[in-house]
């Protein structure tokens, strides 16, 4: 077969279409597959009521382009997901991207061909073949809903917030059941709340929430930011969850700091909003009492908020704060003082089924018009293990990962020759500002291939050698901190049978400092050929 492609990239987010632009700069002949019917990955499929960002929208936006940063407008501190949209397909028009990228078509199977050094890169609409193989199906692209008995019998609606329907969902004067209180339902429920007749909230697991004091962008802030967007980056990129260059880091220890300057701290940040919260000392998420003390207050905040002493209760989470992913709110607490919403825990008592009606839930049934699943995704490696991907030998990734994902640097896999996965796990990816994140690994692989071309290499693969220290050094990072000690989707604990293993890499400078000593290396830990 034919070699038709220098390179296919797989999903059109924010990491497929800057890869595109990065190789096509190269001079490569590169075609992107993407299966939703638009780009914009996560902010194509997420159009759920209060989508919007949690890093603030002069952090969450691609610093490639000085003219696009220049150009673009954002008009709130959090953009809300048709912005965020907008801004990306602005993207794909305004460096001429659309032309290689073939929408709603899904890659189902990337097999590596040794004797040609080739990867044939089945979809559903044919065959192709391409000497490099890259994935940017995106590490929360995979959405999940759970496997309730009765689907069938359900007369309602059902939406999953990360495949809303394009046309939206008219609540008004609807019956609404809601599962899941991570991210996802944070954001939909009070927007939800508000429209529909009546809203009943399924919470497995209470989830801490902090506003994110969502605001206009005052143009004068904007205009000072762009006058020095790029030491703005810089600085973000220093950072451990790399943005927040105007937010100075507090840099001592909550066990060092009196209880009352403590909750001074802890106040302080609050205000500050957002993620900025897990920053007020610097061992919040090393130190089990420490962050007992900034889980406290934010359960002081619920008891304040929530009217009715025993829902208060119940929405107070126990677990270590910052081990699931923080929320970002606005008005989540204040929704649950509405006559019209209702929250059933379900951690003790699961869902039992769907009837005809609604949702059972032990021996009580729940009414509904429509059902909304916020439960997340199969993440960060869910995209990868839903297409057959075979590299030298026949060998097929999800065996390979059967126990856990394992990659060097996140980017590569020892025994799959010139295929990168951007912000697989093993890299920073979810737990940093995704941005920037992608446009590191993105700027890696490009400049890598570039390498490989000049110097006449046809091959690059990383060592198992390199791969096993990586993987231990990823998972060492983790055991120093409380991210272990909770379900959180980090360890693939959403996932019934996935590998409880901790996927990404704690620290975004320490990572890129990483990358780069590795090409300094000559890139030490892969294989050249
Ligand atoms: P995606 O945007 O997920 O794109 C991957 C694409 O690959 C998808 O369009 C998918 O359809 C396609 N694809 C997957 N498999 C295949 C296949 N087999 N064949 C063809 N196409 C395929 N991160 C932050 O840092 N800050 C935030 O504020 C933030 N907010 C978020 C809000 C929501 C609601 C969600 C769900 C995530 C958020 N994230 C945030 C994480 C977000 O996913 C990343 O920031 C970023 O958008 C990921 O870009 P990506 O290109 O890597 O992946
Ligand atoms: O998904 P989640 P998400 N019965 O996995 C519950 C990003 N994001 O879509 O905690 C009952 O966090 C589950 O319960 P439990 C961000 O990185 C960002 O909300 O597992 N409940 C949990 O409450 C985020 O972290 C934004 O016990 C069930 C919820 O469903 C990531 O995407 C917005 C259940 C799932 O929460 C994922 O967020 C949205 C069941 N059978 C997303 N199964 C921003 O704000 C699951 N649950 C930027």
Not at 442 to 456: F, K, N, P
Request: proline share 5%; charged share 20%; aromatic share 12%.
């Amino acid at each position: 077969m034919p070699r038709d492609f220098d390179a296919v990239v797989v999903g059109a987010g924010f990491a497929g279409l800057y890869m595109l632009y990065r190789l096509r700069a190269l001079g490569l002949r590169v075609r992107v597959f993407e299966a939703g019917g638009g780009v914009g990955g996560t902010w194509y499929w997420n159009r759920y009521p209060g989508a919007r960002c949690d890093v603030e929208s002069l952090d969450y936006s691609y610093a490639f382009s000085e003219e696009l940063q220049q150009e673009w407008e954002w008009t709130e501190r959090y953009a809300s997901q048709p912005e965020i949209l907008r801004y990306l397909e602005h993207v794909a028009e305004r460096f001429d991207l659309l032309r290689d990228v073939q929408l709603e078509t899904r890659v189902l199977a990337a097999h590596f061909d040794d004797a040609r050094n080739a990867w044939q890169i089945e979809t559903d609409r044919g065959l192709v073949a391409a000497t490099y193989c890259i994935m940017a199906t995106g590490p929360l692209s995979c959405a999940l809903t759970p496997a309730i008995p009765g689907h069938e019998e359900f007369r309602g609606a059902t939406h999953h917030t990360g495949r809303w329907p394009h046309a939206g969902v008219d609540f008004r004067g609807l019956r609404v059941g809601l599962v899941g209180t991570g991210s996802s339902g944070v954001q939909a429920i009070p927007l939800i709340a508000r429209e529909a007749a009546d809203l009943t909230v399924f919470q497995r697991t209470a989830t801490y929430a902090v506003p994110g004091h969502n605001a206009p962008l005052s143009p004068e802030y904007q205009r000072d930011v762009k006058q020095r967007y790029r030491a703005f980056r810089t600085i973000g990129r220093q950072k451990h969850l790399g943005f927040g260059a105007d937010y100075p880091t507090a840099g001592d220890l909550g066990s060092a700091t009196g209880s009352a300057e403590r909750a001074a701290r802890y106040q302080e940040y609050w205000e500050r909003g957002g993620l900025h919260f897990m920053g007020a000392f610097v061992d919040l998420m090393l130190d089990a009492q420490v962050n007992e003390t900034a889980a406290e207050f934010v359960r002081g905040k619920i008891g304040g908020v929530v009217a009715d002493a025993a829902v208060a209760e119940r929405l107070s989470p126990r677990q270590v704060i910052g081990c699931k992913r923080l929320c970002v709110d606005t008005g989540y607490y204040e929704t649950f003082n509405r006559e019209n919403v209702h929250l059933v825990d379900v951690g003790r008592t699961p869902i039992t089924s769907f009837t005809e009606r609604g949702l059972r839930v032990g021996d009580t049934e729940y009414v509904f018009d429509a059902v909304v699943f916020a439960t997340g995704f199969d993440a960060m490696t869910g995209a990868l293990d839903r297409i057959d991907i075979r590299g030298r030998a026949g060998q097929a990734l999800k065996e390979k990962w059967s126990a856990g994902p394992r990659t060097y640097l996140g980017l590569g896999i020892a025994g799959f020759p010139n295929f990168f996965v951007v912000v697989g796990p093993g890299s920073p990816s979810v737990i940093s500002n995704m941005v920037p994140a992608i446009e590191q690994h993105v700027d890696w692989i490009a400049d890598c291939i570039a390498h490989l071309r000049s110097r006449g290499f046809r091959r690059i693969e990383a060592t198992p050698e390199a791969e096993d220290a990586w993987v231990a050094h990823v998972n060492e990072m983790a055991s120093f901190t409380l991210f272990p000690t909770c379900n959180s989707w980090y360890l693939g604990a959403n996932v019934p049978g996935k590998p409880r293993v901790f996927m990404p890499y704690l620290s975004f400078p320490l990572y890129a400092a990483k990358c780069a000593e590795v090409v300094a290396n000559g890139y030490e830990g892969f294989a050249l050929g």
